[in-house]
């Protein structure tokens, strides 16, 4: 199994746990505002590793399998749905994954902010996905 797609299996396994964690809860025992903002930047910055290292492993993926080499993240998501590989809602979410990676890199205010990461729980199931399909037909 490429590096790649092995690194973004972690990264999956990291990113999964913390948009998981019941923040609401967390937040009662923890009893410190802080920790919890903490966890939501970690949150993100774990968002934005994993959906890089997911686009990426694809790109190895779509070029053992198909011998294709496209260099851009939305044309490599794309060959990965036109291949077969994924389901049309997955596509699209997976592209709303970009967008919201692209847009992390440059918010300015919380409310986008805040918006994306109230996103980020649904893109934690896709990458599993993603993982389980990438590794089944990697063996």
């Given at each position: 199994?490429?590096?790649?797609?092995?690194?973004?299996?972690?990264?999956?396994?990291?990113?999964?746990?913390?948009?998981?964690?019941?923040?609401?809860?967390?937040?009662?025992?923890?009893?410190?505002?802080?920790?919890?903002?903490?966890?939501?930047?970690?949150?993100?910055?774990?968002?934005?590793?994993?959906?890089?290292?997911c686009?990426?492993?694809?790109?190895?993926?779509?070029?053992?399998?198909?011998?294709?080499?496209?260099?851009?993240?939305?044309?490599i998501?794309?060959?990965?749905?036109?291949?077969?590989?994924?389901?049309?809602?997955?596509?699209?979410?997976?592209?709303?994954?970009?967008?919201?990676?692209?847009?992390?890199s440059?918010?300015?205010?919380?409310?986008?902010?805040?918006?994306?990461?109230?996103?980020?729980?649904?893109?934690?199931?896709?990458?599993?996905?993603?993982?389980?399909?990438?590794?089944?037909?990697?063996?």
């Amino acid at each position: 199994m490429d590096m790649r797609i092995k690194a973004f299996q972690e990264a999956t396994t990291g990113f999964a746990y913390l948009a998981r964690l019941d923040l609401v809860e967390l937040g009662k025992k923890l009893e410190d505002e802080r920790l919890v903002d903490g966890i939501l930047n970690g949150r993100a910055q774990k968002f934005e590793y994993a959906t890089e290292l997911c686009w990426k492993a694809i790109k190895v993926f779509l070029k053992e399998k198909e011998g294709l080499d496209e260099a851009s993240p939305k044309k490599i998501i794309k060959a990965y749905y036109l291949g077969g590989y994924t389901t049309e809602d997955d596509y699209l979410l997976l592209l709303d994954a970009v967008e919201d990676r692209n847009r992390l890199s440059h918010i300015y205010d919380a409310e986008t902010f805040n918006d994306i990461l109230a996103r980020l729980p649904g893109y934690a199931p896709l990458f599993e996905r993603v993982c389980g399909q990438l590794s089944k037909d990697t063996e």
